[in-house]
């Protein structure tokens, strides 16, 4: 009898020894369609910069993967104090990945990094609003805002909090520092970052303890590197390969392809020819043809129905190939250049939607002129005004889920990505952004939807699904804000 309790006291201690060891050694491979432009968590708008830093940094409120906004590094939900004034109070204890203390100086010194314009974030729309912060004690934080903002929760929710001393070292983009639940390994240029669990995490520990980063542009190549077995998780999956996958996840996501009209020079300057470049593109055919109906037609707007702001009354400009052609005579456009800028492989089908754009346009009558850019050298003319095309392709994401994001980048005169001087149109973003009252807000996003709409800014096209293939061995829902969060997934 001793010597059975000595095998079965053996047994246990071996299954528990197998079951806290379990967690070690689980790799992924995810391949993404762009490479990061850095890995600074603030100074750009990218989107592979982004799949992978969300997950070494940690944020100061976050959502849950259907949305709700939860703390993060925050100890509890901003507080009110005054109409221009928030209270952000944080949890104790935590530290970067380099030892650094995680604490009120960090956020403070953060949320100041962000907004000076001396450091020129191209994320700056995100917290337009924010005039600076300060400290209250060691675990406290006061934001002031420019006016009332009724969304700081949701800006801080895109705060990437950076250490204050690592940050300012001339590595740091290359060599990131959070708080989160992985750490930087390596990052060879042009093929392949790594990161590694952080098992110091102050959340709940992720399963999986190695991720492999690979940067495919096309996705044929990328979908034959899933079918091979090289990967776990591809981004932008071909719709019409989703049944061929070993799995695929499909959910309504937050992007919206648009081409941005030129409205202060060149043949873009004529809001007929605006106009007719919206009514000579058939967004129905591209919604069913180029994405196998994982896309559903954009109403006129850079919104989706569950936005605050999305103004129900204005419609998609309806695909109207004679009206189109009427508009550019009437405009004295036949025949004229328009030249379109894109990019390939960060978005689902991004090239082939500006080919596709540009083939109708010239149904019209008009000449277009191609020119898909390398993805850092596009992103130069997404955000230079200077060398601003007359249409511009880009898909843009609104992960604050309030029409302000949107509006404040590329709506408004000044904006980030805007292409347009219409001062009436600024002005009613610039009331709704710091008005109280719900339902007089919404108004004014109303009244600048349609404004926008009628002087046709934009050519809106869609709103589409996210599409991500995965191997058999992994699991992962999704989630409506997009982010590739590896510690939601396991490995069977």
Known sequence: MKRYGRLLLMAVFVVVLASTSSFAGISINIALGSEPTTLDPQLREDGGERAVN????????????????????????????????????????????????MNADAVVYTINRVIDPDYNSEQISFFSTIKGASKVDDLTLHVMTDGSDPILPSRLYWLKVVPPKHSKDPRFMEKPVGTGPYKMVSWKRGQSIRLKRNDNYWGKAPQIEIVNYSFIEEPGTRLAGLMAGESDLITNLLPEFTKQVPKSVHILGLEHPILILNADSG????VRVRQALNY????????????????????GQLLSPSFFGFNKDVKAYPYDLARAKQLIREAGAEGATVELVGTSGRWLKD??????????????????????????????????????????????????????KSFSAYYKAGGIGSSNTDADLAALIDEARSEI????RENLYHQAVKLAHDQAYFVWLLNIEDIYGLSKRLDWAGRVDSRLLVQEMKVK
């Not at 043949?267 to 004529?270: A, C, E, P």
């Not at 000579?280 to 109403?299: H, I, P, S």
């Not at 009252?437 to 007089?440: L, S, T």
Request: proline share 3%; aromatic share 10%; glycine share 4%.
């Open 54 to 101: 969300d997950n070494i940094y940690d944020t100061v409120l976050t959502r849950t993967p259907d949305g709700e906004l939860i703390p993060s590094l925050a100890a509890a939900m901003p507080l009110l104090v005054n109409p221009t004034t928030w209270e952000v109070k944080l949890k104790s204890g935590i530290t970067f990945h380099n030892g650094e203390v």
């Open 267 to 270: 043949v873009t300057k004529d």
């Open 280 to 299: 000579a593109v058939d967004k129905e055919a591209l919604a069913k043809g180029l994405f196998e109906g994982f896309a559903q037609v954009a109403q």
């Open 351 to 404: 090239r082939d939607l500006v080919e596709a754009v540009a083939a109708y346009w010239e149904k019209a009558g008009i000449k277009t002129k191609v020119r898909i850019f390398e993805f850092n050298e596009y992103l130069n003319r997404l955000f230079d005004r200077k060398t601003r095309a007359d249409a511009i392709f880009v898909t843009s994401s609104n992960e604050l889920l309030d029409a302000d």
């Open 437 to 440: 009252d719900v339902a007089k």
